[in-house]
C-alpha cells in the first residue's frame, strides 16, 4: 500500500495535523490489533501540493521497529509540509 498524504493550499494547518495524527494513530491501531499483519504488508508514503515528494520508500512492515520508523516519518512532517508547495 502507499499512503498518499495532502499537503496542498486546499487544507489548513489544522487539517493537516489532523491528517499526520490520524495516519500514526491508524497504523499504531491497525497492528497493535493484528499483529500477524507484521512481515505480511507493504507501506510506502508521499506527500503532494503542487509537486509530489515521497517520505517513505515502500517497505515490508517486518516488526515494531518497522512500524516506529514509519510513522516517525510520517509524524516528521508535522508542523511543515515538507517543502510541498502549497500553490
Known amino acids: 500500500s502507499y499512503l498518499a498524504m495532502d499537503g496542498s493550499g486546499s487544507i489548513d494547518g489544522g487539517e493537516f495535523t489532523t491528517q499526520i495524527s490520524g495516519y500514526s494513530a491508524a ?5 497493535a490489533a493484528n499483529p ?32 516506529a520508523t514509519l510513522t516517525t ?3 516528521g512532517l508535522d508542523p511543515g509540509r515538507a517543502g510541498i508547495g502549497t500553490g
Not at 27 to 31: C, D, E, I, P, S
Not at 51 to 64: C, K
Open 27 to 31: 497504523l499504531n491501531a491497525f497492528f
Open 36 to 67: 500477524a499483519a507484521f512481515g505480511k504488508v507493504a507501506i510506502g508514503g508521499n506527500i503532494f501540493g503542487s509537486n509530489v515528494i515521497e517520505f517513505a520508500p515502500l517497505a515490508v512492515i517486518n516488526n515494531a521497529g518497522d512500524l
Open 73 to 75: 516519518a510520517i509524524n
